[in-house]
């Protein structure tokens, strides 16, 4: 069965430094997400991504954060300048409908110091 | 803006039944649920669109009030594996690619 994967399952970095989340979508799902969850709260939507150009995006996804889909099967999360309350779960999801059922990977657990 | 969950949080004896609700202030456009497992990612179960049409695990059942922008998950007949945490996600008729969850309903099976 088809899956969505992320890389790294945990990553450590001190405030300031820029991480890369990475995410392989299921391969014919066209829409993309990124969310997040801080420990023991909800998810939270971070940006929607289609046609190589963001949909959506909340109020989180400030000018630190970006997203891209570099090649075909890729896609990134890029948080320039990390702070601690960046410290989170982050979750990419794609589905082959915009807002069809999404398919969550397992997430990166990002630790900032 | 968030939709409201209701209960917080359930405990069941295997077998029996819970209803968990979520309701929004918003027109909707649909209603997503999942169920998250402590560490795990959100598992999706079942959607429910504008219009009737909804799609979904087969055990898993629910409704969407339109009028009321209410929407109810029913689990039935509970098994151990249902535990875990249950959240929806609501899409809005003017943001129809953003989805917003809720603060999550625990679910607690007991045997």
């Known amino acids: 069965e088809p899956e969505v994967t992320q890389t790294p399952s945990h990553q450590v970095t001190q405030m300031g430094q820029e991480v890369i989340l990475r995410c392989v979508p299921i391969?014919?799902?066209?829409?993309f997400y990124w969310y997040r969850q801080i420990l023991g709260q909800k998810v939270e939507f971070l940006v929607s991504?289609?046609?190589?150009?963001?949909?959506?995006k909340s109020e989180i996804f400030d000018d630190q954060f970006s997203v891209e889909r570099p090649d075909g099967s890729n896609f990134t999360l890029k948080i320039r300048s990390t702070k601690l309350e960046d410290s989170a779960m982050y979750f990419c999801?794609?589905?082959?409908?915009?807002?069809?059922?999404?398919?969550f990977g397992p997430g990166t657990r990002l630790t900032v110091t | 803006q968030q939709p409201v969950q209701s209960p917080q949080a359930v405990i069941l004896r295997e077998g029996e039944d819970a209803v968990i609700n979520c309701s929004s202030s918003?027109?909707?456009?649909?209603v997503h649920w999942y169920r998250q497992k402590h560490g795990e990612a959100p598992v999706f179960l079942m959607i429910?669109?504008?219009?009737?049409e909804q799609k979904g695990h087969e055990k898993i059942s629910a409704s969407f009030n339109e009028k009321k922008q209410q929407s109810s998950l029913y689990l039935t007949a509970s098994q151990l594996s249902y535990s875990g945490t249950y959240f929806c996600?609501?899409?809005?008729?003017?943001?129809?690619?953003?989805?917003?969850f809720g603060s999550g309903t625990r679910l607690l099976v007991r045997p």
């Open positions: 918003k027109a909707l456009y649909s």
């Open positions: 999801a794609s589905s082959d409908l915009g807002l069809g059922e999404q398919y």
């Open positions: 429910l669109l504008k219009g009737g």
């Open positions: 991504f289609y046609n190589n150009e963001i949909s959506e």
């Open positions: 391969s014919n799902h066209l829409y």
């Open positions: 996600g609501t899409a809005r008729m003017d943001s129809s690619y953003k989805l917003i």
